[in-house]
């Protein structure tokens, strides 16, 4: 399972063109005193890209040149071998056309600090702005409500005034189950939030704060609490796992106040919506007497006649219910299993939205996400090193980082607009004995080493090891053969106006047995998809070309040529070693699924003899 969260550093979007005084902006001072908010540096390697950028440039407009004399100066008389030349120059032009759109990330990249110590001595708590978070979910059993109510009480808990804080959770699902969660969650969040403000917890989810601590410290009323968490956990789980009835965990009182004295519906909106307030901070209080935020849950009525548009309708219908409710100039938007690990977040970003040069710009300030709960090599690369933070900071120094999902704040107006303001013997230069000592070889070898020891470098630099960048390197091969190829089927078939598959929602549910296969480091292929079809046949038809071209070395033809078709089909054939592995040498229930095997493998076949015919 992977626990996601904020991270602390922050990226800041804007949406609006700059003003030209605001192109050059560093740091950010306020208007009535000079006190520093925030800063940015550009990162040291800048100008190495730029340079780099040049020179490999010009070695793609070299190998184009190459395929263009090949293709119209220089035409074969074969038909088949004018197509595979085609299909390279075409293979060449959409992987250039990727390298340069990366080097945008790569021209001006930033690094951004932040002061909130400096912003409490300019604005005093009574002025901070109001925020409302949105929280999404979908499925009790797929998005179990533990992880969404930690979710909630990490930021309910932010070092903000509680009575500018409003919660606003979406329910798809419309189930009592996920209202019951949150209706325990309110009662131990009167406990929770004055516990963390009085010994100034960091890890502001109770979950993972009590994961992390071996050993009871030496804080007051700590076991206390911890008891607290855990009957409510258990409590929330008994009705989720043995279907039990929620009348009996709920009384009469908290039934008539839940679902009825505070149930609202906005006759004017496209989906009749229902909306529970289970928290009100004009009126309740923590232990200690402060008022505490608005716990509002919100289930939308949808529709099988209209589309409801999954999480984007959701968060529609959060933005309108809002704005009449609390209608706070700041909104956060928070995916339903993460948390925020910092709880002066809302304090950091109102150092970029309290600074009167950018105030009229900016729209919204996003931060990148950091995942727990990777092993030691991230073998599947869910790290996602390179979307939120090599880019993002390379869109950040561009003013246009885009929106991830989760962990943003929106400036309330940029959401309702701006101001106005296989070869046959018969092609020799194909076949396996024809030898390659000409100049244009070490263009390819440049433009190879030059494109991956950049990528390399950048991950490195960032915090990575060799071993991650390795997986991340499989992961891109193995989603283009996968989830890539298939969602750009589905994509080219709806534009067409064929019906497709519908969403479907990512479970969340932790299996005991696949957290140790994939702690020991063991790819999981124990579901029957097609999605692994097309990797498994690629694995297949590699791995004999490897051992065919092996064949044919040590019995001493060509060596020379052969060399070079060793090297990509085994690089392929050694990433391909968690396929190879779950064919034949697993047991467990994530190996793959034999109907898998046996139709990729009839498939290689049958590709094999399609080739031979062409011969």
């Known amino acids: 399972m992977y626990i996601c969260c904020i991270h602390r550093i922050t990226i800041f979007h804007i949406s609006y063109p700059r003003s030209r005084e605001g192109r050059g902006l560093r740091a950010g001072f306020t208007a009535d005193a000079p006190r520093l908010l925030h800063m940015s540096e550009p990162l040291r390697r800048t100008a190495f890209n730029r340079l780099f950028a040049v020179v490999y440039f010009s070695a793609i407009l070299a190998l184009l040149y190459r395929h263009v004399q090949n293709l119209f100066l220089h035409p074969t008389t074969s038909f088949l071998s004018f197509s595979i030349t085609l299909f390279l120059f075409i293979s060449n032009l959409v992987l250039a056309f990727m390298w340069v759109s990366a080097q945008a990330f790569r021209m001006s990249p930033i690094r951004r600090k932040e002061f909130p110590q400096n912003l409490k001595q300019i604005i005093k708590d009574e002025d901070f702005v109001g925020l409302d978070v949105f929280i999404c979910t979908a499925d009790p059993y797929k998005e179990p409500p533990m992880n969404v109510v930690n979710t909630a009480l990490s930021l309910m808990a932010y070092d903000y005034p509680t009575e500018k804080i409003s919660i606003y959770v979406s329910d798809d699902g419309g189930s009592v189950l996920t209202l019951f969660a949150f209706m325990e969650a309110a009662k131990f969040a009167r406990h929770w939030l004055p ?15 009590f994961e ?56 004017r909106m496209d989906h009749p919506t229902v909306i529970q307030v289970i928290l009100d901070k004009s009126k309740d209080t923590d232990i200690s007497g402060q008022l505490m935020p608005n716990l509002i849950y919100v289930s939308r009525e949808k529709s099988k006649t209209s589309p409801h548009h999954f999480k984007a309708g959701a968060l529609n219908v959060l933005l309108r219910v809002s704005a009449v409710m609390t209608n706070a100039p700041i909104i956060l938007t928070q995916d339903c299993d993460m ?51 090599i880019n993002s900071m390379g869109f950040d120094g561009l003013n246009g980082p885009n929106y991830v999902g989760s962990g943003c704040f929106f400036r309330r107006r940029a959401l309702f607009g701006g101001p106005s ?15 390659i000592t000409e100049p244009w070889f070490f263009l390819y070898v440049f433009l190879l080493l030059g494109a991956y020891g950049q990528d390399f470098l950048d991950f490195v630099l960032d915090g990575g090891t060799v071993r991650k960048w390795w997986n991340a390197q499989r992961m891109w091969m193995i989603r283009g053969l996968s989830c890539y190829l298939f969602s750009s089927i589905e994509y080219l078939l709806k534009s067409v106006g064929i019906s497709t598959h519908g969403f479907s929602l990512t479970s969340k549910v932790v299996d005991d047995e696949q957290s140790k296969r994939y702690g020991q480091g063991i790819f999981e292929f124990g579901v029957p ?23 044919q070395f040590f019995s001493g033809k060509n060596t020379e040529g052969l060399c070079l078709q060793m090297i990509l089909t085994g690089s392929i054939v050694l990433n391909c070693r968690p396929v190879y592995g779950a064919i034949g040498l697993r047991n467990d229930a994530g190996k793959m699924p034999t109907q898998i095997t046996i139709i990729s493998t009839f498939v290689s076949v049958a590709l094999y003899y399609a080739s031979s015919l062409s011969l």
């Open 195 to 209: 516990f963390c403000r009085q010994h100034n917890i960091m890890e502001r989810s109770p979950h993972v704060y």
């Open 212 to 267: 992390s601590i071996s050993h009871h410290p030496s804080i007051p009323q700590f076991e206390k609490i911890e008891i607290m968490y855990e009957d409510m956990k258990m409590k929330v789980e008994q009705v989720i796992d043995k279907g039990a009835v929620i009348e009996e965990y709920i009384s009469d009182d908290q039934q008539h106040q839940a679902f009825n004295k505070w149930t609202k519906s906005f006759s």
């Open 339 to 389: 948390y925020s690990n910092d709880p002066q977040t809302p304090l950091r970003i109102l150092c970029y939205f309290s600074d009167p040069a950018l105030k009229s710009n900016l729209a919204f300030v996003q931060f990148p996400q950091r995942f727990h709960g990777l092993n030691r090599d991230d073998i599947y690369a869910t790290e996602y090193k390179r979307l939120f933070k």
């Open 421 to 435: 303001t296989p070869v046959p013997p018969k092609i020799p230069e194909l076949g396996p004995d024809h030898v």
């Open 529 to 551: 998809s097609p999605l692994f079809m097309p990797l498994t046949v690629a694995a297949i038809i590699n791995l004999f070309s490897f051992l065919l071209v092996l064949t």
